[in-house]
């Protein structure tokens, strides 16, 4: 998870990933069958938490709607302050597992993650809940890739949500 953080798919090596470890080079061949495999249980781990960090906003929220967008907000403060953040990683995996048809893992988070805002949306009552959740995570990570290019202030990006979308923020926020 170290190496991943710091650099990227591009950093893991089995030699950058022994050195984070205490495993040589030779062990991590012999655990595992190849650099990949420990990326995904990196990248696994890193997302359940990132996730679960998310879901801790919402479950906090007074309310549906505010649950929907304080776990938003989280996601966009937790992805979009720095590169080095998941939500980024989550882009990359995505783009690695389209180029090498190693789609497994990133494919399941994707719809788990889905399934969350899914969740979220449907509980505010508005209609088609599972087009727009999964829409919603879509958005997400094109609004962190974006803000890692351009950034905004996480207060426009929630109106320029809220826009596309049709769905109100909270009143008080």
């Not at 990248?43 to 649950?67: C, G, I, K, W, Y």
Request: hydrophobic share 50%; aromatic share 8%.
């Amino acid at each position: 998870m170290t190496v991943l953080r710091r650099g990227g798919l591009g950093a893991c090596t089995a030699r950058a990933i022994a050195d984070a470890s205490p495993l040589t080079k030779s062990a991590l061949h012999y655990y595992f069958a190849d650099t990949d495999e420990i990326v995904d249980v990196a990248f696994r781990r890193l997302m359940e938490q990132f996730l679960e960090r998310v879901q801790d906003a919402a479950a906090a929220a007074p309310d549906p709607l505010s649950a929907l967008w304080a776990a938003t907000e989280t996601y966009l403060r937790l992805g979009s302050d720095r590169p080095d953040r998941v939500p980024m990683f989550w882009f990359e995996m995505q783009t690695m597992a389209v180029r090498e048809h190693r789609a497994e893992t990133v494919t399941e988070l994707t719809v788990r993650a889905e399934r969350f805002f899914t969740n979220l949306v449907a509980a505010t009552g508005m209609p088609n809940a599972e087009a727009l959740g999964s829409t919603w995570i879509s958005a997400l990570v094109g609004f962190v890739v974006r803000q890692a290019m351009l950034p905004r202030p996480p207060g426009e990006l929630l109106e320029e949500l809220s826009a596309a979308m049709a769905v109100p923020l909270p009143v008080a926020r």
